[in-house]
Structures are given as structure tokens and as C-alpha cells.
């Protein structure tokens, strides 16, 4: 009797155990093929778990880890392996070099990776600092800046649709709920830098030179170019009241905004994050956000919101002509981009209560079911059957969030820029940044 009863007091111990045991500790929120991502800086330089929604929210959200990590203090853009994770430093991300850094004004060599170069435009206290990336340049509040728009606006032919769809984006601005429009910027990393910078592509004409004789192929995992491949990331940001940059919930940033004096405090909300890589050469899109920027619809409101009053029930939804805007998410997280959220969320708690990036999620990653080589010189490049659809950011898309919209039928018709108007541009694999290249 005894022995049967100590078998059924460990049976009971054993099942309540397994009842308050999280969920993630007893199953692997990456399905079969991967362990779950760490708090630590790496990033897999090809696909690492399963080809699913499971796998691709594991893999973008151990890339979002690296990129957010604290950046080295003397080597741009590598993670500093003795710094906290969630610290009040500049991250490895902000240490690429930006759109502005890479494309100069008369299509001039930007230089070597390492080299900060200073921006004589800018006030001299503050520019070694832009440079260095411990202060942000913002000058861009829209998703497209007006370059890379009027470089789209001269291709031929372009699908209505997309046109339509660019052309509202790119013309529209995003207001918080302060009145303040959202900033924008676009940075790359030291292999897609340096694939750039030796290749001439910096440059528009030097870009049509190279366009005549090789494809642009964005390097993807180690290469000459460094260990990683190319990753690029756009970032969206908002100027923070007193309130919101003592609440602790956002990454936050110095910023010189539009090129004025006195610096402002900005707060991250909004991350697009793209890597391609050799067996998914149509790369692997991840968009992050901020869990307080606006409710999603059909969803209790729970708020506050940095984007949306909730006692205002009679503003307009994601009109572009509202400041503020009044904005909502009209489509759901990804459910499996939700599980391995919630499951990072509990993991930089446990590192460090205090990491303002357990504030954010991951909305969706979009990656081709059926991956295709890139074998064409010009648009659109095959898109390989993208998943999930639609795929869409709050505070980056906020002015098109349509059921067919996703970013590989979009960046599939990304190009170089064009040199004179009958001959068709080169495509520039998927990435709208070469559009920043100018001549003298």
C-alpha cells in the first residue's frame, strides 16, 4: 500500500510539474530542426531551423538579438561580447553605415568600412558623432525617400498596383500621437558595404557599367566580403516625450533631427530587417514593432498607444492627411511569430529585467516557399512564392495594409538608377538602396 502510494504522489508530483512548467520549457517553440534562439550576439549566416513559420521566427528573431546587441566600442559594427544585453549603448545595427554614408552627394568614394567619415553639412560638435553612429541623422519621414520614389516613378513598365501602392507610401507621413512625424532611415552592414564600395555601385554611372557585364547578386553567407552576407534593416523612429523616455519601454537614441540643434531623444518603434542567403536567395524579411505603438483590429483595446487615442472613436483609421494618425494593424501577428515572441519576451526578462527590447515583437517573417536562383538582369526578379501574405508593419505600412501586399512583390522590382529613360534599369536584388546613388 505504501509503495502504491508513493507511485501515485510521484504520478500527481510529476503531472502538476509538467501542468506549471512554461510551455516553452517543454516543447521547442522552433518546431523539429533548431534550438531555440539565445540571448547572445550571433546571427546565422544561412537557414538554421525548419523552412516554416516556426523556423523563420526563430532565425530573425536571433538575427534582432545581434543586431540589438551592444556594439564594440572600437570595431563598427561587430557586438561587444562583455557589454549587457539591453544597455544604454549604441547597438551593433546603429554601428552599420547609412544610406547617407554609403551614397554620398556627387557619387564620391565613401571609403574604407572602418573610416567614419564626417558630414561637413553638419554642426562640428555633433558630426564625428553621426558618423560614429552614436547620434542618428534623421531627415527622412516617410518609409521612401523622395530619391529612391522618383528612381521608382521612371521605371518602365511597373505595375499599376505596385505603383499605386509605392507612390502612397512614399508620399505619406506618419504622425504620433504628439504631433511628431515618425523618422526613417536605412542602414547596411560591413558585407553589403563593402560589396557596394568595391564594386563602384556608390556611384549611378559606375552602377550601369558594372549592370552591363555581371548581375548584382547580394553576397549571402562568408564571402570575401566578410562571415555573414548582407543584412540590411530599416528603422523607424519617433521623438519621445519626458514621459515616454523615462517609462524604460523603448530603445532609445540621441538624434539630430533634420539637421537642427538641440539633439532629441528618439525612441525605436518600428524595425524591417532583410538577409538573403544561399538556399533562400529571396532572402528572409522580418519586421519588428513596438508593443505599445496601436491596437489591432478585431482585438480588445488595451492600450495607451503611442499611435492611436483610444477615446477618440470617431478619428479616422490610417488616414494620411490625420495629425495625429490615428493608426491600427489591420492584420494579426503571425501565430507563429507570436509563440517564439512570447518566448524571447520571458528570455530577456531573465537576462535583464530592465532591456527596453522586451518591449517589442515580431509582427511576421516573409520568406519564399519555393526559392528561386536570380539568373535575370532586370525587374521584377522572381519572388518564390512569398509567405505569409500579407506581411505588414503598423508604423511602416501604415498607409497600405491590403490583404495582397507583401515586400517581396514589392522589392522585386527593385532597381538601380536608370541613366536616361529608354533604357531599362538593372535590377539591384531586391534592395531599394542602390536608388540613393547619385553622379557628378
Not at 122 to 144: E, F, M, N
Amino acid at each position: 500500500m505504501g509503495g502504491q502510494f508513493r507511485a501515485l504522489s510521484a504520478g500527481l508530483a510529476l503531472s502538476v510539474a509538467i501542468l506549471t512548467t512554461p510551455i516553452h520549457a517543454q516543447t521547442n517553440v522552433c518546431g523539429l530542426f533548431g534550438s531555440p534562439p539565445t540571448i547572445e550576439p550571433k546571427i546565422h549566416p544561412d537557414v538554421a531551423y525548419s523552412q516554416n513559420s516556426q523556423g523563420f521566427s526563430c532565425q530573425m528573431w536571433q538575427a534582432f538579438i545581434y543586431l540589438t546587441w551592444p556594439a564594440h566600442p572600437d570595431r563598427r559594427g561587430d557586438p561587444d561580447p562583455t557589454a549587457t544585453f539591453g544597455s544604454l549603448k549604441p547597438t551593433v545595427w546603429e554601428t552599420f553605415k547609412t544610406a547617407e554614408q554609403v551614397f554620398l552627394p556627387r557619387g564620391d568614394d565613401p571609403g574604407a568600412w572602418l573610416n567614419a567619415a564626417v558630414n561637413p553639412a553638419l554642426d562640428p560638435s555633433v558630426a564625428p558623432l553621426v558618423a560614429d553612429g552614436r547620434v542618428r541623422h534623421l531627415t527622412i519621414s516617410s518609409k521612401i525617400s523622395s530619391d529612391v520614389l522618383a528612381n521608382i516613378l521612371r521605371q518602365k513598365p511597373l505595375d499599376s498596383k505596385i505603383l499605386e501602392a509605392i507612390n502612397r507610401i512614399g508620399r505619406s507621413i506618419l504622425h504620433d500621437l504628439n504631433g511628431n512625424p515618425v523618422f526613417h532611415e536605412v542602414s547596411v552592414n560591413e558585407d553589403l558595404y563593402k560589396y557596394i564600395q568595391q564594386n563602384g555601385l556608390y556611384n549611378a554611372r559606375k552602377q550601369a557599367e558594372y549592370a552591363n557585364t555581371s548581375l548584382i547578386t547580394l553576397p549571402m553567407g562568408a564571402t570575401d566580403f566578410g562571415r555573414t552576407g548582407a543584412v540590411s534593416v530599416k528603422a523607424a523612429w519617433k521623438i519621445l516625450s519626458p514621459a515616454e523616455e523615462q517609462s524604460g519601454r523603448f530603445h532609445t537614441a540621441q538624434a539630430l533631427v533634420q539637421g537642427k540643434l538641440p539633439l532629441r531623444t528618439v525612441g525605436l518603434v518600428g524595425m524591417h530587417v532583410f538577409q538573403p542567403m544561399f538556399n533562400l536567395r529571396q532572402g528572409a524579411w522580418a519586421t519588428f514593432a513596438h508593443v505599445d505603438n496601436a491596437p489591432i483590429r478585431g482585438e480588445p483595446l488595451r492600450g495607451p498607444y503611442s499611435f492611436y487615442d483610444v477615446r477618440c472613436t470617431g478619428c479616422m483609421i490610417n488616414d494620411p492627411t490625420s495629425n495625429p494618425t490615428q493608426v491600427m494593424q489591420f492584420f494579426p501577428d503571425d501565430p507563429a511569430a507570436k509563440t517564439v515572441t512570447r518566448y524571447m519576451q520571458d528570455e530577456i526578462r531573465r537576462k535583464n529585467p530592465q532591456a527596453p527590447w522586451q518591449y517589442y515583437k515580431l509582427v511576421a517573417v516573409h520568406w519564399p516557399r519555393a526559392p528561386r536562383d536570380v539568373t535575370q538582369a532586370n525587374t521584377p526578379l522572381p519572388t518564390g512564392e512569398p509567405t505569409p501574405v500579407p506581411a505588414l508593419n503598423a508604423v511602416l505600412e501604415t498607409f497600405d495594409q491590403a490583404a495582397q501586399n507583401s515586400c517581396l512583390t514589392c522589392h522585386s522590382n527593385a532597381a538601380i538608377v536608370p541613366l536616361n529613360d529608354s533604357t531599362p534599369p538593372a535590377a539591384s536584388y531586391y534592395s531599394f538602396v542602390f536608388g540613393r546613388a547619385k553622379s557628378p
